[in-house]
């Protein structure tokens, strides 16, 4: 039995404390004096202009393909094999002389992209999943995590989200079990100031049990999937019930017009979005005039053309020395516009669309929409999936397409059936397919759910 078994099984307020105690050690960890030393430096980056932030980021890239040749395996290798000066990459375009890492190169060479120079003892591993439903782990440290995290409530802040507003988050944590068939439906951490709201439980029967925390709560801030707030949204809007919300962030799916116009009229406010990977490699965030922009002071990122108005995003982290990853295949895409400049006087690059995600759901029978994006999350730590779709035909069964890797086992089939469950519910049927490959879309890429219900 695993650890989140027995918290499952504690009475709620035993939850609470459960989540009191990792709480406390997020906020001791992730924003200690690393985390406010970076978030200085990146706020001192907020007038920058766009040269000026090109010119920094060249030379933080600089430093980091010579800390790859000189202490990771798997890039000396790479540089000798194809005869390549690591000092002839000065700026992102001579970037275009490396071959595109794909997820499944960093899973068949973990190790190899390991820093020889950073102390075992400060390793941590971390898991990600993403659009493919296949888990990469890889490894960081504290202070690259103290960065990363910087960088993201640089994003916050410059919408004018204080450290110690309180915040109701909607994501894919399955902090309330799934068969808890009574409210409460949210868990509190107080020591980072936040309501935990499944995003498993929202229905026409439970909605206003929602309604009425956030209410009593007087939250100003609401963050997490879009899919989950704008189903929150939905319901407010048939039952004639508005809220007002200073601040909406959203991010990890698409935010679609008709969903964006929903929470606009539900909340009276503008939702904001935000686009980052766990691995570090890409980052790109929503200013107060409506733009995105990507954080080139964090990450150096390519826009690959794949259409007309389609590029493949490619990231290469400047700040994870521990694992670092060049020219890293997000599996994500953006749009631009080319009748307007990508860029201006200040910031980054601008974006049109992001378009990662797609957040098609897996619809439970007493209505509840389960996002790809939570379901995104049961194989992140399954790392010996190499693709996988879920498909649905009926309420009460989904399908299960699997492309295995060589050490993929029994296990791992039970351990997706237990995680799968723990979302949909102990009545969900689940078949396997084992498939050699699963078809991508047009633009290339991989749907992780397909819903066939009407």
Not at 33 to 43: A, I, K, S
Not at 51 to 75: F, S
Not at 233 to 244: G, R, T, V
Not at 422 to 437: A, D, Q
Request: with cysteine; charged share 25%; glycine share 6%.
């Amino acid at each position: 039995m695993n650890i989140l078994h027995i918290y499952y099984k504690l009475p709620v307020f035993l939850q609470n404390m459960a989540c009191y105690v990792e709480g406390s050690r997020i906020r001791r960890t992730r924003y200690g004096r690393d985390f406010w030393r970076f978030l200085e430096e990146y706020e001192s980056r907020n007038d920058w202009s766009y040269e000026h932030l090109c010119g920094y980021r060249d030379t933080k890239l600089q430093q980091m393909i010579k800390h790859c040749y000189d202490t990771v395996p798997y890039y000396t290798r790479l540089f000798h094999e194809l005869g390549i000066d690591y000092r002839s990459i000065k700026t992102i375009d001579d970037m275009k002389i490396l071959p595109i890492t794909t997820k499944q190169v960093v899973k068949e060479n973990l190790y190899d992209f390991i820093s020889t120079s950073v102390p075992k003892s400060k390793l941590k591993i971390h898991f990600t999943g993403g659009t493919t439903g296949s888990g990469l782990a890889f490894y960081t440290t504290d202070e690259e995590e103290a960065e990363q995290w910087a960088v993201w409530w640089r994003y916050r802040r410059n919408l004018g989200i204080e450290f110690d507003t309180w915040c109701g988050i909607f994501g894919g944590k399955t902090i309330v079990p799934i068969n808890n068939n009574v409210a409460p439906y949210w868990r509190y951490n107080t020591p980072c100031k936040q309501v935990f709201f499944s995003g498993y439980h929202i229905n026409d029967k439970t909605f206003e049990f929602y309604v009425d925390e956030i209410a009593k709560r007087k939250l100003q801030w609401l963050h997490g999937y879009p899919s989950n707030i704008a189903n929150l949204a939905n319901y407010m809007i048939d039952h004639k019930i508005k809220l007002d919300i200073k601040y909406i962030t959203i991010g990890s799916e698409n935010l679609y017009d008709y969903q964006r116009d929903m929470i606009i009229k539900a909340f009276n406010t503008v939702p904001y979005q935000h686009y980052g990977l766990t691995e570090g490699v890409a980052n790109i965030s929503q200013k107060l005039d409506g733009k995105l922009y990507i954080d080139e002071d964090f990450c150096a990122v390519e826009c690959i053309p794949n259409s007309d108005s389609s590029y493949a995003l490619i990231g290469t982290t400047l700040s994870n020395w521990a694992m670092p990853l060049l020219r890293y295949d997000t599996g994500d895409q953006v749009s631009v516009n080319l009748q307007e400049p990508m860029t201006n006087n200040k910031g980054g690059r601008i974006i049109r669309n992001i378009n990662g995600r797609s957040n098609e759901y897996v619809a439970l029978n007493d209505g509840t929409r389960v996002s790809s994006a939570a379901l995104s999350l049961v194989f992140k730590d399954i790392v010996t999936i190499r693709d996988t779709q879920i498909i649905q035909q009926q309420k009460d069964a989904i399908l299960v397409r699997i492309v295995k890797m060589q050490s993929y086992s029994q296990k791992d089939e039970e351990r997706t059936t237990a995680a799968l469950k723990e979302r949909l519910g102990e009545s969900m049927r689940i078949v396997y397919e084992y498939v050699e490959k699963i078809p991508r879309t047009a633009g290339g890429k991989l749907r992780l759910v397909i819903s066939e219900i009407e």
